[in-house]
Nanobody
């Protein structure tokens, strides 16, 4: 049984930083794409960032335009964990953040759509005050 558990959310002032973690258990981790999505109150869930390792062992990442230059996705395969470093946070970043994974293979690409992912965590709340 695949489980994804997010942590690291909290309350932070605008301009501050947080690092989210997503621990994966129940499956081989290193070869599978991982993504972060978020959902603000009253809004649909949206893509934030994703990371994938292709056969050549090169890591590919994708970012939403709204977080480029501020957020960084990374992974530690030895710990079966993916991270989302969030800097220069803004009030509009307030949302529940979810990590996701899939068994599907993507070549030289990190998927950015919800339908690309099969497994989801329960989410962690991030609140940015102005």
């Amino acid at each position: 049984q695949v489980q994804l558990v997010e942590s690291g959310g909290g309350l932070v002032q605008a301009g501050g930083s947080l690092r989210l973690s997503c621990a994966v258990s129940g499956r081989t981790f290193s070869r599978n794409p991982m993504g972060w999505f978020r959902q603000a109150p009253g809004k649909e869930r949206e893509f934030v960032a994703s990371i994938n390792r292709s056969g050549d062992r090169t890591y590919y990442t994708s970012y939403a335009d709204s977080v480029k230059g501020r957020f960084t996705i990374s992974r530690d395969n030895a710990k079966n964990t993916v991270y989302l470093q969030m800097n220069s946070l803004k009030p509009e970043d307030t949302a529940t953040y979810y990590c996701a994974s899939t068994d599907a293979a993507y070549i030289r690409y990190a998927p950015t759509t919800e339908v690309s992912y099969t497994y989801w965590g329960q989410g962690t709340q991030v609140t940015v005050s102005s």
